[in-house]
């Protein structure tokens, strides 16, 4: 007979076997801390352009090769659940900015690491996360008086490259006046009247080959396709877009066709062809020299297309159309590059220069936002320290270095809100996941039988 082990009492007792209760400040609150230090710490040395790269392999072994903090958190699929509320934090800044991830990240870590010292010098939470509090607010008063120049003329290349300069170099160091030249020209171009900007209106088209310097920008949108027909090349475009395929009218159910003699059977044939001559005669005469269509195209309906001279491009769900019209409502950045994980970094370093665009146009003043004084110098705002004795300071509006102000507003609202709420937790209460134990792998290099 076995032996039946009690459980402790208290609060433990009344839970499920497998099921785990942590509380106090040892079990819970020093441990999540741990928890938000180490995740803080991975992202930090990706902190700014001279921030380093990392690997990263998620579940589907699809390599990222990225200094992006978002990306970086979002493929690794954190399982701590006071780490997770660092990374929400960090996925609102990203939807309320654009840019700033690592910000909020390092900065509630930074929040977090001086919050273990204080309570281990004998303060109660309580008074932390008062004082946290409360430094929140007086900062978020202080900030406004920060702001030391705001976008005059958002039509200006010049002036949006100068803007979109510091948040592009984060990602792309080296090649950010090139970048931010693109990515204001592309902005610029699409800008409507009423201020409302669209981030959905910048398109990112990537092809493998040349350079980086190779970039550039196309007022419309871009098939990377190839045409299906003879037709390679069209000017001043007449565009005649399906949903369908281009192809002939088919019966939903299967038909029966009695043909007695050859001479039935040609004029079967025939008339299917006058048919289709038809069609594609009256999208030629209509005036349109393009057809986009979204499903196949019939071998039949492209030899009349050849005929009468009409380019054809077949399956668009999600490509894009080049157009030569300058006002056009959508613009497309098309990058260059020697490896797709390359294209990949730019198209991130594109993103978050187009957000930064997006958060100048939502303030009609204090758009941008830099210390006026001198700066410590750090990974972002600086040079690189990897020859200096010491640290220096450095004027950063001298410097073109400039953050705006909505991003750092938000990234000390939500750093301070998520350091916060990871320090109120005071009892860690884990159920028994779901499912049972998995089945065993076997001996792959054994036949069926032999599993059996």
């Known amino acids: 007979m076995a032996l ?5 009492p208290g609060f433990a007792q009344m839970l499920k076997e497998g099921a785990k209760h942590y509380s106090g400040l040892e079990e819970a609150v020093y441990r999540n801390i741990q928890a938000c230090k180490e995740l803080a710490q991975t992202t930090r040395t990706a902190y700014g352009p001279n921030g380093m790269n990392k690997m990263v392999i ?3 072994e699809k390599l990222f090769v990225t200094n992006d903090a978002a990306t970086i958190l979002r493929e690794l699929e954190v399982q701590h659940p006071a780490a997770k509320m660092l990374v929400m934090a960090s996925h609102m800044q990203e939807q309320e900015v654009g840019d700033g991830t690592n910000f909020v990240l390092v900065f509630a870590g930074v929040l977090l690491e001086l919050a273990e010292d204080l309570l281990r010098m004998g303060l109660s939470v309580s008074e932390v996360i008062e004082g946290y509090e409360k430094a929140c607010k007086k900062a978020l008063e202080i900030l406004p008086d920060l702001v030391c120049c705001s976008a005059k003329n958002l039509r200006d290349v010049d002036e949006v490259a100068s803007l979109l300069h510091t948040s592009v170099m984060s990602k792309q160091y080296g090649n950010e006046s090139f970048l931010s030249k693109l990515i204001a020209q592309a902005c610029v171009s699409i800008l409507p009247d009423s201020g409302h900007f669209n981030v959905d209106n910048i ?4 092809i493998v080959g040349a350079g980086v310097s190779a970039s550039s920008v196309l007022h419309g949108m871009v098939f990377k396709k190839e045409t299906e027909g003879d037709v390679t090349s069209v000017k001043d475009a007449k565009i005649a877009v399906y949903s369908c395929p281009f192809d002939g009218m088919i019966t939903e159910t299967k038909g029966t ?3 007695k003699n050859a001479e039935e059977l040609m004029n079967f044939s025939k008339g299917e062809e006058n048919l289709m001559d038809v069609q594609v005669k009256a999208i030629a005469d209509s005036g349109a020299n393009v057809v986009v269509t979204g499903g196949k195209v019939a071998d039949m ?5 050849n005929k009468y001279n009409l380019m054809v491009v077949s399956s668009v769900t999600s490509t894009s159309l080049l ?3 300058e006002d056009g409502a959508i613009s497309t950045i098309l990058i260059r590059g020697s490896t797709d994980n390359l294209m990949d970094d730019i198209e991130r370093a594109v993103d978050d220069g187009v957000n930064t665009f997006k958060v100048l146009t939502r303030v009609s003043t204090q758009n941008v936002s830099v210390i006026k004084t001198e700066l410590w110098i750090s990974l972002r705002h600086g040079t690189c320290l990897l020859w200096a004795e010491a640290a220096a300071v450095k004027d950063m509006l001298e410097a073109g270095i400039l953050d705006t ?5 938000w990234g000390i609202k939500l750093a301070t809100n998520a350091a916060v709420t990871v320090l109120r937790v005071d009892q860690i209460i884990m159920a028994k996941p779901a499912g049972g134990p998995k089945p065993p792998s076997g ?3 054994w036949d069926e039988d032999q599993n059996d």
């Not at 039946?4 to 402790?8: D, R, T």
């Not at 398109?203 to 990537?206: L, N």
């Not at 102000?405 to 507003?409: H, I, N, Q, R």
């Open 4 to 8: 039946h082990v009690p459980k402790a």
């Open 405 to 409: 102000y909505l991003g750092k507003s």
């Open 443 to 445: 001996k792959k290099d």
């Open 301 to 305: 309906a492209l030899h009349y297309a």
């Open 203 to 206: 398109r990112v088209c990537k």
């Open 257 to 259: 066709v009695l043909i």
């Open 58 to 60: 998620n579940h589907l």
């Open 323 to 325: 157009t030569e019209k």
